[in-house]
């Protein structure tokens, strides 16, 4: 390297997650917070798709408004509940819109509803996308490191996702997790099946104690405990929590930047401040 031009280090491509505002307040919100968020050039924006498709015109709605502003949207798209139908219409709005990117999900129905729908796995909705649609969209789909809360055992997960990749899916994206450890070893095993596909970490960001506790029962990332405790010792503090959690979760994606991580998946909660600090911490 000739002398005045240091070698820079590669920066690595992050993406963010947003969900659909249910109100006029929340819209106006959560653009304001996107524009901040556009500073870290994300690779490109998701957007959520509620329990049984709920959400389904709020999240078509959120990506288009983010492909206006000039950044790749991709839509969550969940098929429990749903029909072969329904999702062929659903996957005709996209192109539409313009939308070359999915993320592919089996999903949840809203509480008192029975399974129903035509399809079971998420692995039968990435075939069924690649079959009406061919190589359109690139296919994301969900990696659970530690394991999917309703998986039978942890073979049977990583079989899961081994499923959604022989299905037609392109990448993936982790559940959130604070031990580097569980993403190395699900990325060792995938290597080890010959899976070749880049699964890219999601990281959620440590704002309030009491949040990141119910989020992390409801969908089984654990915390370890000497973050939990340290956690509950701040009470009501939400400036050491906050400080805290920086510290902890920059530290989380140093390890998996060195570790050879292909990216860093933020679930921004729809705000700006907390992520935007993190990719300060990472030099973005």
């Not at 989020?215 to 939990?228: H, L, T, V």
Request: proline share 6%; with cysteine.
């Amino acid at each position: 390297m000739p002398a005045g031009h240091p070698e820079e280090k590669a920066v690595l491509p992050i993406s963010l997650e947003f969900f659909p505002p249910k109100t006029p307040e929340g819209a106006a919100k959560l653009r304001a917070a996107r524009q901040q968020l556009y500073a870290t050039r994300p690779q490109f924006c998701s957007v959520t798709f509620g329990a049984g498709g709920s959400t389904q015109e709020g999240t078509l709605s959120a990506v288009t408004e983010i492909m206006a502003e000039g950044v790749p949207a991709a839509p969550h798209l969940s098929c429990i509940g749903q029909t072969r139908e329904s999702i062929r219409e659903r996957l005709a709005a996209y192109a539409a819109a313009g939308v070359d990117r999915i993320v592919a999900l089996r999903g949840d129905l809203p509480s008192g509803y029975g399974l129903g729908g035509e399809f079971r796995y998420a692995s039968d909705l990435v075939a069924f996308i690649r079959a009406q649609t061919s190589r359109q969209f690139h296919i994301e789909v969900a990696a659970y490191p530690e394991f999917h809360p309703q998986a039978r055992s942890p073979q049977a997960d990583l079989q899961a996702f081994v499923a959604k990749v022989e299905a037609g899916a392109d990448s993936g994206i982790t559940q959130y997790f604070f031990n580097a450890d569980a993403y190395f070893r699900f990325r060792d095993e995938l290597d080890r099946l010959g899976v070749a596909v880049p699964v890219v970490p999601g990281i959620m960001p440590i704002t309030s104690s009491s949040q990141l506790m119910r989020f992390s029962d409801s969908c089984g990332a654990e915390i370890p405990r000497w973050i939990r405790l340290r956690l509950q010792a701040f009470g009501d503090d939400t400036a050491s929590i906050k400080a805290f959690g920086l510290e902890v979760v920059s530290r989380l994606c140093e390890q998996l930047a060195r570790g050879g991580a292909p990216g860093l998946h933020f679930y921004t909660m729809n705000q700006a401040q907390a992520t935007l600090a993190l990719c300060q911490a990472l030099g973005r």
